[in-house]
C-alpha cells in the first residue's frame, strides 16, 4: 500500500504525497500525532505501555492490546482481532504517548478492555488484504446501482472490506431512516460476505472525497479538521455576515465549518459592546441599532425623524456610550448628522487605498495594442452588414427581383427607379409619357427594341 511518493523534505519534514491522509506510510496522513516522547527512557523499573494505536481505511483508528510483547514502531502493518475474523492495520502510536491519548478520547486506560494483536501480519495476510482492497470499486458501483433500482433514498460513498475480505462495510449518507433490510440481503446473495451498514455524514463524506474550497486552498476537513462540530446560523450573526446560503454553504452543502474558527473572538468582542437592544434618543429623533463593525469599532443606527426621511448614522463606541449614558439621565443630545457623514466618508476614504500602475518594464508591448486599430474598422463593417440586412429584410413588391449578393452590380429594371430610391407615386396621362421619354433618351436605344418599334425584332438591313 506504500505510495512511494512520501519522502522527507529538506527541513526534515514529510513531504507528502498529497493524498489527503490516506496513503499507508502516514507521510501525509492528517490523523498524525506527533510524538514528542521519542527516544526519552523510562524510569527504571516501569513496564512499557502494552497498547498501541492502529489505523484503518476512511480515517478509522483503534487501540488494541500488545499482549505478547511484540516490538512495534509506527508503519508496522499489524494483524488484529475482529468479531469475526481479523483486520489488518498499521501502527500509528506506541509507547507512553498512547496512555495520554486513551485518556483524551474515552478517559479508559485499562488495556485488559481491549482486543488484542495477534501478530505482525505476514506477506500472505498482506496478499489477502490487497486482494479484498480491489474489490471496492467494484462493490460500490454494484452496490449503487442496486439502490437505485430499489428506489432508496440514500447515496452509497464508500465501501471497506475486512482484511480477511470475510466483512465490508458500506458508508452511506440520507437525510432521514432507511430501511436496508432488502438490500443487505441482496448484497449479502451477491457478495458472499458479510454486510455492514454505517452512516456518515455529509461532512465526513466531503472529507473523505476531498476538493478545493472558496478559500481557494484544499478542504478543511480533508487536511487536517478531524472533529466536526456542529455549525448554527448564529455564528454568521455574530459576525456581521449575510445571511446568503450560496456564500455560507460548503462543498458538502452544509454551513462551512470555517464560521467557528473565529466565533469566539467575536463573541469576546461583542460583549464589550453596548447592548443592540438600546435606542439613541436625539433631539432630531430615535435611534435604531442596525449593525456593528467591530473593525472599525462603530456601530450603525438607523434614525426615524418626523417630517424627513430615514437617516443612517455610523458612531463609534465611546460616543454610542456617552448618549446612553446621557439618555439614562434623560438628556436627548444634539447630532449634527451632515457633519457625522462627512466624517464618515473621509474615514473611508482614508482607508481605500490607491491602486497600483503596472508597467511593462520588460519592454514587452501590451496585449490589447491592437484595439484601438481595430475597433474602427471593425465598427464600419458592422455598419455596412447591418445596412445590408436591413435591405434584405424589407418587404418586395410582387415581380421585383431578389437582391443581389455581395459584390455583384444590381440589375436596373426597364422604365423603373433604383430599387434602393424611395418608390414615387405613378403619375398620370402625359406627365407619365414624358417622363418615360426623358429617361429612354438618358439610357439611348434600348437593343431589343428598334427606334420607334412596338418590342418586335429589330428589321432586317436592306441587300445591295
Given amino acids: 500500500m506504500a505510495c512511494g511518493n512520501c519522502g522527507t523534505g529538506a527541513d526534515g519534514k514529510p513531504a507528502g504525497c498529497k493524498s489527503n491522509g490516506y496513503c499507508s506510510t502516514s507521510g501525509c496522513n492528517k490523523l498524525d500525532v506527533f510524538d514528542w516522547l521519542t527516544g526519552v527512557p523510562l524510569p527504571g523499573g516501569q513496564t512499557p505501555f502494552d497498547a498501541v494505536e492502529v489505523r484503518f481505511k476512511n480515517t478509522r483508528k483503534g487501540f488494541y492490546r500488545n499482549a505478547s510483547a511484540l516490538q512495534l514502531n509506527p508503519g508496522d502493518l499489524v494483524t488484529v482481532d475482529a468479531a469475526p475474523g481479523h483486520d489488518i492495520g498499521m501502527v500509528t502510536l506506541a509507547g507512553e504517548l498512547v496512555r495520554a491519548q486513551m485518556q483524551r478520547k474515552s478517559a479508559i486506560t485499562d488495556t485488559y478492555e481491549l482486543r488484542k494483536i495477534l501478530r505482525k501480519s505476514t506477506q500472505e495476510d498482506i496478499d489477502r488484504w490487497h486482494a479484498s482492497r480491489k474489490l471496492e470499486d467494484e462493490t460500490m458501483l454494484a452496490a449503487r446501482a442496486m439502490v437505485h433500482q430499489m428506489r432508496l433514498d440514500m447515496k452509497v460513498a464508500d465501501v471497506e472490506y475486512q482484511g480477511d475480505g470475510t466483512k465490508a462495510t458500506f458508508y452511506y449518507t440520507a437525510e432521514q431512516r432507511i430501511d436496508f433490510r432488502d438490500l443487505i440481503r441482496k448484497l449479502a446473495d451477491q457478495f458472499k460476505v458479510r454486510i455492514d451498514m454505517k452512516q456518515i455524514g455529509a461532512r465526513q463524506e466531503a472529507g473523505r472525497i476531498g476538493g478545493i474550497g472558496s478559500c481557494g486552498r484544499e478542504l478543511c476537513c480533508s487536511t487536517w479538521l478531524t472533529d466536526f462540530r456542529s455549525v448554527t446560523t448564529s455564528a454568521a450573526r455574530y459576525q456581521q455576515l449575510a445571511l446568503n446560503p450560496q456564500k455560507l454553504a460548503g462543498q458538502c452543502g452544509k454551513l462551512k465549518c470555517c464560521l467557528n474558527y473565529e466565533l469566539d473572538m467575536y463573541i469576546e468582542a461583542v460583549k464589550s459592546y453596548p447592548s443592540q437592544n438600546a435606542k439613541l434618543k436625539t433631539k432630531q429623533g430615535t435611534g435604531y441599532h442596525m449593525k456593528t463593525d467591530i473593525f472599525e469599532e462603530k456601530m450603525w443606527y438607523l434614525f426615524k425623524m418626523p417630517g424627513s426621511a430615514p437617516v443612517m448614522a455610523g458612531f463609534p463606541v465611546d460616543r454610542v456610550r456617552d448618549i446612553l449614558a446621557q439618555n439614562r439621565e434623560g438628556i436627548e443630545v444634539e447630532v449634527d448628522f451632515a457633519r457625522l457623514a462627512e466624517e464618515n ?120
Fill in 345 to 464: 466618508e473621509a474615514a473611508r476614504n482614508a482607508d481605500v487605498e490607491a491602486e497600483p500602475e503596472y508597467e511593462a518594464v520588460g519592454g514587452e508591448d501590451e496585449l490589447t495594442r491592437f484595439d484601438s486599430k481595430m475597433k474602427g474598422g471593425q465598427r464600419r463593417r458592422a455598419s455596412k452588414g447591418r445596412d445590408r440586412d436591413r435591405r434584405n429584410d424589407r418587404p418586395k413588391p410582387q415581380g421585383q427581383q431578389a437582391a443581389p449578393a455581395q459584390g455583384q452590380r444590381p440589375p436596373r429594371s426597364q422604365g423603373s427607379p433604383s430599387t434602393d430610391q424611395p418608390r414615387a407615386e405613378k403619375p398620370s396621362g402625359e406627365g407619365r409619357r414624358d417622363r418615360g421619354r426623358r429617361s429612354r433618351d438618358r439610357r439611348g436605344p434600348r437593343p431589343d427594341r428598334a427606334q420607334g418599334g412596338n418590342g418586335g425584332p429589330p428589321p432586317t438591313p436592306p441587300t445591295a
